[in-house]
């Protein structure tokens, strides 16, 4: 009860000090008044603007474009790898179809006729990810392990454990 009570006296004295506080500065809080009035306004409105069919149509618009900036960005970094002769990351090269896969692998002159699967035309055109790990250990000169793998290194919290 008596914390009740302390905390009570706290609201009181620090809604004193507010209005002390405008008394003092009145042009400020007109300001202040009216900030929060088109805060609450333009809130209001973007709320109401987001259910209509225009926005709705907006949104769908922005997606579409960012959809395909990313196609476009994928494409160049392809052109890229190709035209310095490396191999793309696999990350990047996943979301492809097989059929953008199949196109790669020509422009690029490789074979896939030993390609049954989407993961075969992901090794021709990445590398297998164990090729890549020996790789990179036996370009920086760790000793490499059986899963080929630099000893010592990890990649996942679940090589820690």
């Not at 492809?96 to 692998?105: D, G, H, I, K, P």
């Not at 000169?141 to 793998?149: E, W």
Request: glycine share 6%; charged share 25%.
């Amino acid at each position: 009860m008596v914390e009740h009570l302390w905390i009570r006296i706290a609201e009181l004295r620090q809604e004193a000090a507010i209005e002390e506080w405008e008394q003092k500065h009145p042009i400020s809080t007109r300001w202040l008044r009216r900030l929060r009035w088109l805060r609450i306004r333009s809130l209001l409105f973007a709320i109401w603007l987001s259910n209509t069919q225009m926005a709705l149509s907006l949104l769908g618009s922005l997606e579409k474009f960012r959809q395909q900036v990313c196609a476009l960005m994928l494409r160049c970094y392809l052109v890229v790898t190709r035209f310095i002769g490396v191999r793309p990351a696999r990350a990047s090269v996943e979301r492809l179809r097989t059929r953008e896969l199949l196109a790669e692998l020509q422009a690029r002159g490789l074979a896939n006729n030993t390609c049954v699967e989407r993961e075969d035309l992901l090794d021709e055109l990445c590398g297998r990810p164990e090729q890549g790990k020996a790789l990179m250990a036996q370009s920086s000169g760790l000793p490499v392990g059986i899963a080929g793998d630099p000893i010592g290194a990890c990649d996942t919290f679940n090589d820690i454990v």
